[in-house]
T-cell receptor, first 112, second 115 residues
């Protein structure tokens, strides 16, 4: 079956540091890939997505590139802010299955 | 202009009780979902309805019964609540767009605590 693996957290960074959160996946079809963010006490918000190999999703300074050869979709941001502190989820939908399969989430803590 | 709304936001109840959570979306989407987020933040699909028809039913105890009265609503009824049912329940909706791409939009979650 499909699965998503994310790096363990928490990730603690200082403001303006570079962020990478690793995500790799296994899928039987042609998945679409997503990053969702969950701020404390809130629901899930779509951060970015990519639907085919070599697509780059970007939003609010965050980027991720769909790498089929390495089955990866790593999240990056050049300069994090305290307001980016949240839990980040990598997820996929696969051909013929519309439900999201989520990774375990990575908590990001940004210190001033 | 809430896109996906859930009620209640918080629910505290005793073991053995029966409770319902309601979800409504005003996005015009044809598919709705229930996900469960456990205490370790892990998210897992429970059910999905497309045009009021059940299309996904994961391994969930039959104490959980979803109901979709129309495309815009998906409710979750839970009988005989157990301690292990304590979690955050998220509703989501989506619509397949041109090119087969779809994005799921989530509600704010219902935090259920069973005592």
């Amino acid at each position: 079956g499909d699965s998503v693996t994310q790096m363990e957290g928490p990730v603690t960074l200082s403001e303006e540091a570079f962020l990478t959160i690793n995500c790799t996946y296994t899928a039987t079809g042609y998945p679409s890939l997503f990053w969702y963010v969950q701020y404390p006490g809130e629901g899930l918000q779509l951060l970015l997505k990519a639907t085919k190999a070599d697509d780059k999703g970007s939003n609010k300074g965050f980027e991720a590139t769909y790498r089929k050869e390495t089955t990866s979709f790593h999240l990056e941001k050049g300069s994090v802010q305290v307001s980016d502190s949240a839990v980040y989820f990598c997820a996929l939908t696969d051909t013929g299955r519309r439900a999201l399969t989520f990774g375990s989430g990575t908590r990001l803590q940004v210190q001033p | 202009d809430t896109a996906v709304s859930q009620t209640p936001k918080y629910l505290v109840t005793q073991m053995g009780n029966d409770k319902s959570i309601k979800c409504e979306q005003n996005l015009g989407h044809d598919t709705m979902y229930w996900y469960k987020q456990d205490s370790k933040k892990f998210l897992k699909i429970m059910f999905s309805y497309n045009n009021k028809e059940l299309i996904i039913n994961e391994t969930v105890p039959n104490r959980f019964s979803p109901k979709s009265p129309d495309k815009a609503h998906l409710n979750l009824h839970i009988n005989s609540l157990e301690l292990g049912d304590s979690a955050v329940y998220f509703c989501a909706s989506s619509q397949v767009s041109t090119g087969g791409i779809e994005t799921q939009y989530f509600g704010p979650g219902t935090r259920l605590l069973v005592l």
